[in-house]
C-alpha cells in the first residue's frame, strides 16, 4: 500500500464523515427559531467578515492555479474546480453586500423576491450560454451532455424561482403551501422535460435530471419546513434521515420480497406453489424445524447463563474481567466463531491423537471420538452452542447493569423481611430487570432467526442442520430460486410477529405508566 | 428563516458560476497524462502484444473463484500484457463467487469480465441477458484453439458467449510408487482389475483408499466426481450426455449401476478411511487433506483431479513423478486403453464491450496466455496452442497430451453442467447422506424428485 | 422508574438531576454471597474462554503441530513460535496475505459505520419517545419490525439503487479529487447505517423513553426547544447507552461479511479483513496457520474497543428501563 493509497483512504472517511455532520448540522438548524440564534447572521452583515471572505477565495483560486502543474494531484478540473469556486464566492459576496446595501429599507418580501429574481437571471444567462457555447470559443469545453442537462434543470428552476418570488407578497398562510408546490411542479417538469428530450434525443440522459427533481423537491420541502413552527416539524428533522435510508434500504426490498414470494424462477405469478413446496419437502420441513429449535434454545439459555452470571459476578472482586471473559466471544465475528468450534469438534479416528478437546475429553472419559458436526440431531445442537456462546455475552453485559439498577432499598427491605438470597433474587431483583429481559431475549430472537454465518461456515447446512436463513440465501443465489428464497424470508418474518406484538404490548404498558 | 433562503439563493449562483468558469485554464493540459512508458520502453519485448493497441489509464475489472496464491498466478501471466499494453488488469477473487455473481448481476453491478469456473452458470447468466455475446476476435481464438466440444461448452442457445481458459482433468487415482514396487501392486487398466487390487490391498493389512468429500459449503463434489467418471467409463458418452441432459432420469439403473460400483469402494469399511476414520468420516474430511495420507503409506489410493498435485505440499518437498513421491494413473475404463476423461475448466464472458475489455478477452483466449500462464506452473489449458512442454511438471505434461489427443473422448464435469439446484445442490448433498448411510435408490430418487420441471 | 439512569456521575448527568443514593449501594452487599455462585462462575469463565486461548495457543504453534496434535499437548511438549503472524502481518511475498492495507479499510468502515446509524438513530429515538405526533406507535411499530427483514432479501435492490444512483457521484467525486479512488466506502456505509437503524432505534428508544418526563417538562417551561431538549438533556443522559450500542454497532460492522461481499469492491482498495480471511479460508481447505493468526489479527481492535468504553458498561445500555 503506497503512502498515496492511505492518504487517499483517511480523505474518503474524512469527506464522508465531515459532510454527514454537515447534513445533520444543516437539519438540525432548521429546528432553532432565529431569536434562538443571534449569532447567526453576523457573518453576512458585517464588513471585516465580507473582506475576509473574498481574501480566502481569491486565495483558493491562487493556490490551485500556482499549484498546477506543480504536483500531480492538482489535475485540470480540480483546479478549474478551485478557481470556479474562489471567482463565484467572490462574486456572489459582492452582489448579495451591493443586495444588501440596496434593499436594506424594503420589506422581506420585496428583498426575498428580489433575490429569487436575481438568481433566475442568472440561470437564465448559464443556460442561454451553455446553449448557445458552439458559437462562443471560451465555453469549448461545454459538452452537448451539458447543454442538455442546463436545459432540462434550468428552465424549470427559472420557473420555480421566479413562481415563489411572487408567493412572497401571498398572505401568510397560503403562502408555504403554494411555495411547497411551486417547488413540487418545478421538480415534476425536470422529469418530464428529461422524458421527452429522452424520446427525442441519440444521448439518454441518465440520472441526472432524477437526481436534480430529488434536490428540487428537498429545496421545497425544508423551505417548507423552515416556515413553520409546530410539533410536525421537529418531528420530521429528526425523523427524515432514518425515514429515507430506512426506506430505500428495508421497506422497498421488504414490499419486493414479499411480492417475488408468489413468483417462479421465471418471475411469473405462481400463487402458493412456492410455500406449498415449503411445507411438502422433507428438507425444507427439517429447515423449518431446526429454526424453531434454535429460536427456542438461543435465547432461552443464553439469557439464563447470562443472567446468572451477571448475578453471581455482581460486586465480587474482579467483576471486570470475569465480565471480559465472557463477553470475548461477542468480539469474533460469526465466521471467526465458526472457525474457533470447528477446531473444538474436529474429528479423528479412534486410533488417532485427537485434535479437537471435545472429543480429546470424550476419550479421556473413556468415550469413542464422535463426528460432531455430522451426527444428526445432535450437530444441530452442537452450532446452537456456538450461537449461544457468543450471544451469552450480549445477555450477560446488558442484564448486569440492569442489575446494578434495581433500587438498593427494595432489597434492604427484602433482607430485613426475612427473604434468603433466592427469593430476593425471584422476588426482587427479577421483576426489576424485566424490561431488560424482554429486551435482550426480543434482541437475541431476531438475531437467532437471521442466524447464517454458522451454519454456511459449520456445516454449510449438511447433515440436516440447514436452517430458513441459510436456505433462504442457498435458494436465493445457488439454486436460482428467488421466489422460494423470498417464500422463506416471508416465513421468517411470520415467526418473528408473536415478538413483535409482545414488545408493542410491553411498550404500550410503559407507555401507560408515563 | 429567511435568512436561510438567502444563503441558498447566492449558493445556487455559486454553484451554477462555478460551472460558467470551470473552463479557465482549459487548454494548459501539462504533458503529464502519457502514461510512462507506453511509447518507447515499450516495444522491447511487447511484439506479442502489439495486435490488442495500447491504451492509457484503462482498467479492466475480472471477478473469479480463484483464489489466493493461483490468483497471484493469475495476476503474474498477464502482468507482460498490462506492461505492453497500458490496461490495468484488476482481479477480485471470491469464494462466494456463484452466489455473489447472481448478486451482482442482478443488481446492475456486474464486472467487466467473469471466469465462470462451470457452464452451467454461465447458461444461467447468459440467460438474464446481461451477458455479452464473444466478440469475433474472441470467437476467431476459439475456432483457432478449441475443440468443438469445449467451444460448446462456452455456447448458450446457439451464441457463443465465452472462450475456455484453463483445465483440470478429473479421475485421476494417485498413489505412492515406492510402496506400490515394495508390494508388488501393478497399477490396473481396466475397473475389474482395479476392484481386484484393492481387495489385495485390504488383505495385505493397508487401507486401499482415502476419500474426502468436504469443501465449506460446496462439500460433496468430489463425490460427484466418483460417480461421473463411472457412468462415462460403464455406459460411455451417450448416456453420460443424456443423464446430464435429463433424458435419462436420474435415479435410471444404470446410474444406480455406477453409484453401486463406486460404493463398493468407498462405502467398505474395509477399504476407507486410512489414516482418518471410518466410512463416516468421508463426508466431514476437507478434499485438500483427504490425499495426504498416501504419502504416509496410510492408504493407498486417492481418486482426485490433476490440480492435487499442488496440494501435496506447500514447499514443493513433494515431488511428483512416475518415481518420484507420489504418482497417478487415470482411473481406467472397462476395457484396457479405453480413453476417456471427464474434466473441469473456466470460461471467460464478458458484460461490457469497451475496448479495453475485448483486448484483455481476446488475450485470454490466445495461446499467447495460455503458454504464459502454464508455464507459472499448476494448471493446464485445453488449449491446442499449447505447448506441453510449458507445463510444470510431468502429470501435467501427460495431462496436456491426453486434452489434447484427437482421440480422447472428453466429457465435461456433470455436475457443472446440471442445474443449479441439482448440480450445486442436491447432488452435493445427496453425496453426502449417501457416505453418511443413505442407501443408493433413495439418494437417487431424491435427486430425481428435485430436478427443476 | 428506576433511579438507575440518574445515579450522579460527574462527567455525563447535568445539574439539574437529583442526586440518588449511591451511598447506601455502595453499604450495602446484596450479592447472592456462597461459594456455589462463586464456583459457578468460575466455571461458566473457564468454559467460556477455552475455545478463544485455544484457538490462541494454536496461533503461536508451528504449522505442522497445528494440523497433527491438540493445543493442550503444548503444555508437555511446549513449542511457540512468531513464525504464522509474521507470515500473515508482514511477509512480502505475493502469496501472503497482508492483512495491514484489509486492517485499514475495515477501520475506514467501521468507524463511520458506527459513527452514522447512531447519530441518526438518536434523533430518531429522541422524536419516537418524546415529540408528540400522529401516527407515531404506528411508525415505531414498523421501524421494529424492519429488524427482521433478511438481509439476504435487501441487498440486491439496494446495489440497483447504488448502481444507478451512487455510481455516477463516486465517479465524478474520483474526477473531481484523485486523491480518492474511484472505488470508495460510501456504499458500504450506507448499506451497515441502514441494516444497523432499525435495531439502534429500538434500543436507544427504551432508554430514552424512560428518563422522567418531569426532567423534560420542566426544561418545556423554561422555553427550551426541542434541540436544546435533545443536547442539554437527552444526549449527556443517554451516553451510556449510547457509548453501550456504539461498542455493539461497531462489533457488528468489523465482523460483518455479507455486506462486505457485496457492497466493497473486494480488491485491496475497500475490502475489509473479514473479506480477506474468509478468503484465505476458502481455498485450500483448513489452512490453520494462517486462519488461526489472522482471526486473532482481526480480534485486537474490538478487545480494545470494548476496554476503552467498558466503564460504560457498568451504568450500560439499557438500565434506565429497569423498572418494575
Known amino acids: ?514 | ?453 | 422508574m428506576s433511579s438507575v439512569a440518574f445515579t450522579p456521575d460527574p462527567e455525563v448527568t447535568p445539574d439539574e438531576v437529583a442526586p440518588a443514593v449511591r451511598t447506601r449501594a455502595d453499604r450495602v452487599k446484596r450479592r447472592l454471597t456462597s461459594p456455589w455462585a462463586t464456583i459457578a462462575a468460575l466455571v461458566i469463565a473457564v468454559v467460556w474462554t477455552i475455545p478463544t486461548f485455544g484457538l490462541l495457543l494454536s496461533s503461536f504453534r508451528p504449522a505442522d503441530q497445528i494440523q497433527t496434535t491438540g493445543w493442550w499437548t503444548f503444555f508437555s511438549d511446549p513449542q511457540l513460535t512468531l513464525a504464522n503472524y509474521s507470515e500473515v502481518l508482514f511477509s512480502s511475498s505475493a502469496s501472503s496475505p497482508q492483512l495491514g492495507e484489509y486492517f485499514v479499510n475495515s477501520l475506514a468502515i467501521a468507524i463511520p459505520g458506527t459513527l452514522i446509524p447512531l447519530v441518526l438513530a438518536c434523533l430518531a429515538a429522541y422524536a419516537f419517545a418524546w415529540v408528540k405526533f400522529k401516527g407515531s406507535s404506528t411508525l415505531f411499530v414498523i421501524v421494529f419490525a424492519l429488524q427482521i427483514v433478511p438481509l439476504q432479501m435487501a441487498l440486491i435492490p439496494l446495489l440497483q439503487l447504488f448502481v444507478t444512483f451512487l455510481q455516477p457521484f463516486q465517479t465524478a467525486l474520483h474526477e473531481a479529487v484523485p486523491f480518492i479512488s474511484e472505488r470508495q466506502y460510501l456504499p458500504v456505509w450506507i448499506a451497515h447505517a441502514i441494516f444497523g437503524l432499525p435495531l439502534a432505534i429500538f434500543l436507544l428508544h427504551n432508554f430514552i423513553s424512560a428518563i422522567p418526563a418531569d426532567v423534560i417538562e420542566a426544561a418545556r417551561v423554561d422555553g427550551a426547544g426541542h434541540g436544546q431538549i435533545f443536547f442539554r438533556i437527552i444526549l449527556p443522559l443517554a451516553m451510556p447507552a449510547i457509548a453501550s450500542f456504539a461498542i455493539f454497532q461497531f462489533l457488528w460492522v468489523w465482523n460483518d461479511l455479507l455486506v462486505a461481499l457485496v457492497f466493497s469492491t473486494g480488491t485491496p482498495d475497500t475490502a475489509p479483513l473479514t473479506q480477506r480471511l474468509a478468503e484465505l479460508a476458502g481455498s485450500r481447505g483448513e489452512n490453520w496457520e494462517r486462519l488461526t493468526a489472522g482471526a486473532f489479527v482481526s480480534l485486537i481492535i474490538p478487545l480494545i474497543v470494548f476496554f476503552s468504553l467498558q466503564r460504560y458498561f457498568v451504568r450500560g445500555l439499557l438500565a434506565g428501563s429497569a423498572k418494575g
Open chain 1, 1 to 514: 500500500m503506497t503512502s498515496m493509497d492511505l492518504v487517499g483512504k483517511l480523505l474518503q472517511v474524512l469527506v464522508g464523515l465531515v459532510a454527514f455532520g454537515a447534513v445533520v448540522a444543516l437539519l438540525l438548524a432548521f429546528l432553532d427559531r432565529p431569536e434562538d440564534k443571534p449569532r447567526a447572521a453576523s457573518w453576512r452583515t458585517g464588513l471585516r467578515p465580507r473582506i475576509i471572505l473574498i481574501a480566502a477565495f481569491a486565495l483558493i483560486a491562487l493556490l490551485a492555479r500556482l499549484l498546477y502543474g506543480l504536483v500531480p494531484w492538482m489535475t485540470q478540473a480540480l483546479t478549474n474546480a478551485a478557481i470556479a469556486v474562489g471567482v463565484a464566492g467572490i462574486a456572489i459576496v459582492v452582489l448579495q453586500w451591493l443586495l444588501d446595501r440596496l434593499l436594506q429599507p424594503a420589506s422581506p418580501a420585496v428583498r426575498s423576491a428580489v433575490l429569487r429574481g436575481v438568481g433566475a437571471a442568472i440561470v437564465v444567462a448559464v443556460v442561454l450560454a451553455a446553449q448557445s457555447a458552439e458559437r462562443i470559443p471560451a465555453l469549448d469545453w461545454v459538452t452537448p451532455a451539458l447543454v442538455l442537462a442546463a436545459t432540462i434543470v434550468g428552465w424549470p428552476l427559472v420557473g420555480a424561482l421566479v413562481a415563489t418570488a411572487a408567493i412572497a407578497f401571498l398572505p401568510d398562510r397560503i403562502r408555504r403551501s403554494a411555495r411547497l408546490v411551486a417547488w413540487l411542479l418545478a421538480a415534476a417538469a425536470v422529469v418530464v422535460v428529461a422524458l421527452v428530450l429522452e424520446g427525442g434525443q441519440e444521448q439518454p440522459v441518465g440520472v441526472w435530471p432524477w437526481a436534480a427533481a430529488a434536490a428540487l423537491s428537498i429545496v421545497g420541502l425544508l423551505g417548507y419546513l423552515a416556515d413553520k413552527d409546530d410539533d410536525s416539524k421537529p418531528m420530521l428533522v429528526f425523523l427524515l434521515p432514518s425515514a429515507l435510508l430506512l426506506t430505500i434500504g428495508l421497506v422497498y426490498p421488504a414490499i419486493r420480497t414479499t411480492l417475488l414470494a408468489f413468483t417462479d424462477k421465471t418471475g411469473a405469478f405462481n400463487g402458493l406453489d412456492n410455500f406449498v413446496w415449503m411445507f411438502t419437502q422433507p428438507e425444507a420441513l427439517v429447515t423449518l424445524a431446526n429454526t424453531v429449535v434454535w429460536v427456542i434454545l438461543v435465547p432461552l439459555l443464553s439469557t439464563a447463563i447470562g443472567l446468572a452470571y451477571a448475578v453471581f459476578i455482581d460486586k465480587s472482586r474482579g467483576e471486570r474481567v470475569y465480565k471480559m471473559l465472557v463477553f470475548m466471544p461477542m468480539a469474533i465475528s460469526m465466521v471467526g466463531a465458526s472457525i474457533i468450534w470447528r477446531f473444538m469438534y474436529a474429528y479423528r479416528g479412534p486410533e488417532q491423537e485427537q485434535i479437537g478437546l471435545v472429543n480429546q475429553i470424550l476419550v479421556w472419559f473413556g468415550g469413542e471420538p464422535q463426528q460432531i458436526l455430522q451426527n444428526s440431531p445432535w450437530n444441530t445442537l452442537a452450532l446452537i452452542v456456538v450461537m449461544i456462546w457468543i450471544q451469552t455475552g450480549f445477555a450477560m453485559v446488558v442484564l448486569s447493569a440492569a442489575i446494578k439498577g434495581v433500587p438498593t432499598e427494595q432489597l434492604e427491605a427484602a433482607e430485613i423481611d426475612g427473604a434468603n438470597p433466592w427469593q430476593r433474587f425471584a422476588n426482587v431483583t427479577v421483576p426489576g430487570i424485566r424490561t431488560s429481559l424482554v429486551v435482550v431475549v426480543t434482541t437475541i430472537s431476531i438475531a437467532t432467526l437471521k442466524v447464517f454465518d454458522i451454519v454456511r461456515t459449520m456445516t454449510a447446512g449438511n447433515f440436516n442442520t440447514s436452517v430458513v436463513a441459510n436456505e433462504m440465501y442457498t435458494q436465493a443465489f445457488r439454486s436460482g430460486e428467488p421466489g422460494r428464497g423470498a417464500a422463506l424470508a416471508l416465513i421468517l418474518f411470520i415467526m418473528v410477529m408473536p415478538i413483535v406484538i409482545y414488545n408493542i404490548r410491553v411498550l404500550n404498558q410503559q407507555k401507560a405508566i408515563r
Open chain 2, 1 to 453: 428563516m429567511k435568512h436561510a433562503r438567502r444563503i441558498a439563493v447566492p449558493l445556487g449562483i455559486a454553484g451554477v458560476a462555478a460551472l460558467a468558469l470551470t473552463g479557465c485554464v482549459g487548454d494548459a493540459e501539462p504533458g503529464a497524462s502519457e502514461a510512462p512508458g507506453s511509447t518507447g520502453a515499450a516495444a522491447e519485448g511487447c511484439e506479442a502484444y502489439a495486435d490488442y493497441g495500447t491504451f492509457d489509464g484503462a482498467e479492466v475489472n475480472v471477478y473469479g473463484t480463484i483464489l489466493d496464491e493461483e490468483a497471484n498466478r493469475l495476476n503474474e501471466s498477464w502482468a507482460e500484457f498490462e506492461e505492453c499494453t497500458g490496461i490495468d488488469v484488476v482481479y477480485e477473487g471470491s469464494a462466494e463467487f456463484e452466489a455473489q455473481i447472481n448478486v451482482r448481476v442482478q443488481g446492475g453491478n456486474p464486472p467487466d469480465l467473469a471466469i465462470f469456473p462451470q457452464p452451467g452458470l454461465l447458461a444461467s447468466i447468459a440467460g438474464t441477458g446481461s451477458l455479452l455475446p464473444a466478440p469475433e476476435s474472441v470467437a476467431a481464438n476459439a475456432e483457432e484453439f478449441w475443440t468443438e466440444d469445449w467451444r460448446n461448452y462456452g455456447t448458450v442457445d446457439g451464441t457463443f458467449y465465452a472462450a475456455p481458459l484453463m483445465a483440470s482433468v478429473k479421475g485421476y487415482v494417485w498413489y505412492q510408487p515406492a510402496l506400490w514396487e515394495e508390494n508388488g501392486w501393478e497399477v490396473p487398466t481396466t475397473l475389474d482389475e482395479l476392484d481386484e487390487l484393492t481387495a489385495t490391498i485390504a488383505e495385505s493389512g493397508t487401507t486401499p483408499w482415502c476419500v474426502g468429500f468436504g469443501s465449506g459449503e460446496a462439500t460433496g463434489w468430489p463425490g460427484t466426481d466418483w460417480i461421473e467418471d463411472y457412468v462415462l467409463r460403464l455406459h460411455g458418452p451417450d448416456v453420460y450426455d443424456q443423464w446430464i441432459a435429463h433424458e435419462i432420469p436420474f435415479d435410471d439403473p444404470q446410474i444406480a449401476e455406477a453409484m453401486d460400483r463406486v460404493g463398493d469402494l468407498i462405502k467398505n469399511p474395509e477399504y476407507v478411511n486410512g489414516g482418518i476414520g471410518d466410512v463416516s468420516t468421508i463426508a466431514t474430511t476437507d478434499f485438500g487433506e483427504a490425499g495426504l495420507p498416501v504419502l504416509d503409506g496410510e492408504c493407498a489410493m486417492h481418486h482426485q483431479a490433476s490440480f492435487y498435485e499442488g496440494f501435496w505440499s506447500d514447499d514443493n518437498s513433494v515431488t511428483v513423478a512416475e518415481d518420484g513421491d507420489v504418482w497417478a494413473f487415470v482411473l481406467p475404463g472397462t476395457e484396457a486403453d479405453a480413453a476417456a476423461v471427464t474434466g473441469g475448466g473456466e470460461f471467460v464472458g464478458a458484460f461490457s464491450d469497451d475496448e479495453e475489455v475485448v483486448a484483455v478477452q481476446t488475450f485470454l483466449s490466445s495461446d499467447t496466455w495460455a503458454n504464459s500462464r502454464v508455464s507459472l506452473g499448476g494448471v493446464i489449458s485445453a488449449n491446442s496452442g499449447l505447448d506441453p512442454a510449458n507445463a510444470s511438471s510431468p502429470l501435467l505434461q501427460s495431462a496436456v497430451e491426453t486434452l489434447q489427443d484427437p482421440e480422447t473422448t472428453f466429457r465435461f464435469d456433470g455436475s457443472d453442467l446440471m442445474p443449479g439446484a441439482v448440480g450445486a445442490g442436491t447432488f452435493w448433498s445427496g453425496l453426502v447422506d449417501w457416505v453418511s448411510g443413505a442407501d443408493t435408490a433413495t439418494v437417487l430418487s431424491q435427486i430425481e424428485q428435485s430436478w427443476p420441471q
